[in-house]
T-cell receptor, first 111, second 114 residues
Framework: ELKVEQNPLFLSMQEGKNYTIYCNYS?????LYWYRQDPGKSLESLFV?????AVKQEGRLMASLDTKARLSTLHITAAVHDLSATYFC???????????FGAGTRLTVKP | KAGVTQTPRYLIKTRGQQVTLSCSPI?????VSWYQQTPGQGLQFLFE???????NKGNFPGRFSGRQFSNSRSEMNVSTLELGDSALYLC?????????????FGPGTRLTVL
């Protein structure tokens, strides 16, 4: 069964610091996603990673994918308060929208 | 282009009642998936519809059902509500299930069962 593990589950950071969130998945998948969720809100798509070695960056966030290690990372550079949210990774396969989510990482960025 | 819409946004029901939630996908999208989000179980896949057919179903009891109409709009129904059904129900749409088609999520319906 496809399982997705994220760590850490809780992350408290100081503004200006860097940190990485890790996402491991148990079986081969075709697509890996990173989403952001603010309290009481829906999921906002951040990145979709499709191939080994894929790297995508948007602002202070950078995501990468290593399909051989079944690992994706979400790197936060010089964190700011606005990045405070819960971040989820998820995986699925082509021709199958049964997306499996990690438990989420609740990020708090403190001044 | 309008995003995924879900109605109602908030709903309060009592145990034993049934509820119907609605999802209108992005125009042109034909695949609709439903997810349940709870603090204890996280985000879990309920089912997926494409061209009015259920393609996949998650590990939920038969009280959870859904359907899709010819215009791709989808509804999900929960019968005999239980306290544990209180959750945020999210709908996602994509062009089709295959290939590189990303799923886009709606705002969700927050269901509270008393």
């Amino acid at each position: 069964e496809l399982k997705v593990e994220q760590n850490p589950l809780f992350l408290s950071m100081q503004e200006g610091k860097n940190y990485t969130i890790y996402c491991n998945y148990s079986t081969t998948s075709d697509r890996l996603y990173w989403y952001r969720q603010d309290p009481g809100k829906s999921l906002e798509s951040l990145f979709v990673l499709l191939s080994n070695g894929a790297v995508k960056q948007e602002g202070r966030l950078m995501a990468s994918l290593d399909t051989k290690a079944r690992l994706s990372t979400l790197h936060i550079t010089a964190a700011v308060h606005d990045l405070s949210a819960t971040y989820f990774c998820a995986v699925d396969k082509y021709n199958n929208n049964d997306m499996r989510f990690g438990a989420g990482t609740r990020l708090t960025v403190k001044p | 282009k309008a995003g995924v819409t879900q109605t109602p946004r908030y709903l309060i029901k009592t145990r034993g009642q049934q509820v119907t939630l609605s999802c209108s996908p992005i125009s042109g999208h034909r695949s609709v998936s439903w997810y349940q989000q709870t603090p204890g179980q996280g985000l879990q896949f309920l089912f997926e519809y494409f061209s009015e057919t259920q393609r996949n179903k998650g590990n939920f009891p038969g009280r959870f059902s859904g359907r899709q109409f010819s215009n791709s709009r989808s509804e999900m129904n929960v019968s005999t509500l239980e306290l544990g059904d209180s959750a945020l129900y999210l709908c996602a749409s994509s062009l089709a299930p295959s290939g590189y088609n990303e799923q886009f999520f709606g705002p969700g319906t927050r269901l509270t069962v008393l």
